[in-house]
């Protein structure tokens, strides 16, 4: 499974590229304004930061907006995937951009026909949001499930990219389901790696290497 990072954060980003974990970055309106700087400028940097897909959404509604603002930032960099909300104009624009050669990404997914809808109008990836199905006591990860159970029914090659991650366990599931993409907000990537178990451990090495050395 990949691992990209959800998030517009220059710093986190750059901090945790240099781990060699990440094939990928998603972004959204929300994220880019938190930045409070220049979205163009932002996508740019992050393409330089990581290796792989770097996501940016449009704004508009209406499918011929739509496409001209993704021409618009495909400019930006090689790397850069079109989020598309999943909408009829979305799917008319993801066709268009199909086929010009732009790759899409299609967001605010909530279940497996509107994946799959999405898949059919030529999107290279799909990005269902699990933690806003379980903020409503749906079950966000059978949604993933069942996408990508149509997806290997009919050799469908459309990448599922599970977003709106909440904690690591949303990450082991993903993988467990087989996911090909998990894409994390930072603060989840951190909690990752943290284990208490493996923190006493490397106390407990160093304790007893520093007594072999007082004796030695
Ligand atoms: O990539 C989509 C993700 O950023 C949405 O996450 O937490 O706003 O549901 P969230």
């Given at each position: 499974m990949k691992i990209f990072i959800d998030t517009?954060?220059?710093?986190?980003?750059?901090e945790i590229a240099k781990w060699g974990i990440l094939e990928g970055a998603?972004?959204?309106p929300t994220l880019l304004s938190r930045e409070g700087k220049d979205p163009e400028k932002v996508l740019k940097e992050?393409?330089?930061?990581?290796?792989?897909?770097?996501?940016?959404?449009?704004?508009?509604?209406?499918?011929?907006?739509?496409v001209k603002e993704a021409q618009k930032l495909a400019k930006i960099h090689k790397n850069i995937v079109i989020k598309i909300p999943f909408t009829v104009e979305g799917l008319k624009a993801v066709r268009a951009l199909k086929e010009e050669g732009i790759k899409t990404n299609v967001t605010l997914v909530f279940t497996?026909?509107?994946?799959?809808?999405?898949?059919?109008?030529?999107a290279s990836f799909v990005s269902p949001f699990v933690g806003r199905l379980d903020d409503i006591q749906a079950n966000g990860m059978e949604m993933v499930e069942d996408?990508?159970?149509?997806?290997?029914?009919?050799?469908?090659q459309t990448e599922v990219i599970v977003a709106s991650i909440r904690h690591p366990m949303h990450v082991?599931?993903?993988?467990?389901?087989?996911?090909?993409?998990?894409?994390?907000?930072?603060?989840?990537?951190r909690q990752m790696v943290k284990h208490p178990l493996t923190d006493i451990g490397i106390q407990r090495f160093l304790e007893?290497?520093?007594?072999?050395?007082?004796?030695?």
């Open positions: 517009a954060n220059l710093e986190d980003i750059r998603t972004t959204n992050i393409c330089e930061l990581v290796p792989g897909p770097v996501s940016a959404e449009v704004t508009s509604e209406v499918a011929e907006d739509m497996p026909v509107q994946a799959l809808l999405a898949a059919k109008a030529g996408i990508i159970t149509i997806f290997e029914n009919y050799d469908i082991l599931e993903a993988a467990l389901v087989g996911a090909h993409i998990a894409t994390i907000p930072p603060k989840v990537i007893d290497w520093k007594k072999l050395n007082k004796k030695g």
